[in-house]
């Protein structure tokens, strides 16, 4: 395809974070050390570097920065534990944050099942010259005796099974201080009065026709042929089709033994609702502390 269909749905890239070097950087690593993450963990900072992620930090920046200044205000520091990190963008989300609020001091842990993602943090910390601690471990299994001020779950929420979702928010309370927050995204029903239809081919040709531009152009460094990145893109997972309501957000929060304190819907630009149609999900943060 010689053009790339015109569309501004291309997320710009506040973060500080050197996206295409990481890009590459996590490309390898997936190879060392993902499994069943690997198609996951190798496209997602390639879909950051070239604006096309969808639940990265790019998308309403500005609004995830407000909600995260609020749940957090009044302190000088805050430990930061990132449940779960795709790849370096929450750190440079808080680096966003940090530099919103001068003088509050950040200290940041981040724990992930897989190392790749953990490689991409301590890169882009390094890079920063600032000091991050990275855990390998399953979430599930975590425990920190109420180390934390703050947890940012980024729609850490989209791996687990509705069954064990109220279990494991529940635990996540553990891991907070007196007076800590949890801040948890979801993927959250869009209002509307026509049913949902699928718009995945749509949406799918889209970011295949950006990504063979992208690359073709020498943009980005990816050292396999495109059609086998797309053959990862089209199998990335993880395809959950749950879609809470704001009050179905509220209730599995309740159930968890958390006191909700905020619903924040977070935007979404028209071209994005007019790319996915009706199927177009919003995203919330919900703001909770120990009831």
Known sequence: MDTVPPSPFRFAKPTTEDLPRLARLGYDAAMVHCGACRNYHLTTPYFRAIGIG???PEFAWESQLDTLLRATAGRETVRWLLAGSADAGLPGLLGGLAAA???TEHTITVVDRCQTPLILCRAHAAAEGAAIE???GDLRDFR???AFDAVLMHFTTIFFADDELVDFLRHTGS???PGGVLVAGFLHDRPSADPPHGNNARVTSWREAVIRAEIEAGRLD????IDTFIGRMEQRGPRRTRRFTASDVTDVVRAAQLRPREVALLPFADEEAELWGHDCRQRCFIVADRA
Do not use: Y
């Open 54 to 56: 969808g639940i990265g």
């Open 101 to 103: 609020r001068p003088g």
């Open 134 to 136: 990275t855990v390998l």
């Open 144 to 146: 920190s005796d109420g």
């Open 175 to 177: 891991w907070l201080a």
């Open 222 to 225: 990816l050292p396999e042929d």
